[in-house]
């Protein structure tokens, strides 16, 4: 699956938005791609995925809120989180493939006034 690296995470305030972009070194097209987070003490869990055939699912935490897309022609996906909550804060990580694919290094959001 190749490399991958996010951006875009930052310092927001509650009801603030982000995007994250998540840029992959080689193509996406055959790959399901996901975000997860992670907080301080606690586990990695998954936030939003986006089939090859762009069928999302979003964690309950986020829906209505969270979009999540992709661009294959640019290998990059993103995730579109607005109305952000304080309990939003997290280390966010890009995956392709699954559990047992490729992850990027993570990008930190910070929600907090």
């Known amino acids: 699956q190749g490399q991958l690296v996010e951006s875009g995470g930052g310092l927001v305030q509650p009801g603030g938005s982000l995007r994250l972009s998540c840029a992959a070194s080689?193509?996406?097209?055959?790959?399901?791609m996901g975000w997860y987070r992670q907080a301080p003490g606690k586990q990695r869990e998954l936030v939003a995925r986006?089939?090859?055939?762009?069928?999302?699912y979003y964690a309950d935490s986020v829906k209505g809120r969270f979009t999540i897309s992709r661009d294959n022609a640019k290998n990059t996906g993103y995730l579109q989180m607005n109305d952000l909550k304080p309990e939003d804060t997290a280390t966010y990580y890009c995956?392709?493939?699954?559990?047992?694919?490729?992850w990027g290094q993570g990008t930190q959001v910070t929600v907090s006034s």
């Open positions: 080689k193509s996406i097209d055959v790959w399901n």
């Open positions: 986006i089939t090859v055939s762009r069928s999302a």
């Open positions: 995956n392709l493939g699954g559990t047992s694919g490729s």
